[in-house]
T-cell receptor, first 116, second 110 residues
């Protein structure tokens, strides 16, 4: 399996500000993804983080609001820009395609964001 | 969009088998069925996955019907620690994108 860490684990932010969330994996992976989980809801895929190129966003999510970087095969960031209370959620990164578990997707512990 | 439907919640007595159903009637030939669970807002935990054949590992068994339109996750001896939301997911055709449905909240009771 892959060991995934996210920073910060939680944060409380003021509306109008931005927060960058980091995702670090302990081994090279093929794919990295970002999800959002609003309170009491299921997970929603935000985007696929592509190494060395622009992320691929799902319907309803745009780059200006959720810029994503993936500079190498083990690291990615998600920025939540110009935050509003509706952005209060848990943000999770996941990885797919490790050397030992090619068909499994592993999830990080999540970042709990509260926007006031 | 999610391609699965699951009951909202289920109860199970501790020590008994928990059988969690999932419908995925629009699944295509190359798509896998995955099961994950999420305990108390932690990151989802992988349980098992399969394509056509039934699968078993140390955590659970996965029974997929012959027409692949539904499946059942079986936890053979449920414990209180198995209380969680269980998600049945059909992967995309290149089996890397997951679209989560609403999941089943399994309550294991003493």
């Amino acid at each position: 399996s892959a060991v995934i860490s996210q920073k910060p684990s939680r944060d409380i932010c003021q509306r109008g500000t931005s927060l960058t969330i980091q995702c670090q994996v302990d081994s090279q992976v093929t794919m990295m993804f970002w999800y959002r989980q609003q309170p009491g809801q299921s997970l929603t895929l935000i985007a696929t983080a592509n190494q060395g190129s622009e992320a691929t966003y799902e319907s309803g999510f745009v780059i200006d609001k959720f810029p994503i970087s993936r500079p190498n095969l083990t690291f990615s960031t998600l920025t939540v820009s110009n935050m509003s209370p509706e952005d209060s959620s848990i943000y999770l990164c996941s990885v797919y395609g490790t050397a030992s578990s090619y068909n499994e997707q592993f999830f990080g512990p999540g970042t709990r964001l509260t926007v006031l | 969009d999610a391609k699965t439907t699951q009951p909202t919640s289920m109860d199970c007595a501790e020590g008994r088998a928990a059988n969690l159903p999932c419908n995925h009637s629009t699944i295509s030939g190359n798509e896998y069925v995955y099961w994950y669970r999420q305990i108390h807002s932690q990151g989802p935990q992988y349980i098992i996955h399969g394509l056509k054949n039934n699968e078993t590992n140390e955590m659970a068994s996965l029974i997929i019907t012959e027409d692949r339109k539904s499946s059942t996750l079986i936890l053979p001896h449920a414990t209180l620690r198995d209380t969680a939301v269980y998600y049945c997911i059909v992967s995309s055709e290149n089996f890397n994108k997951f679209y989560f449905g609403s999941g089943t909240k399994l309550n294991v009771k003493p």
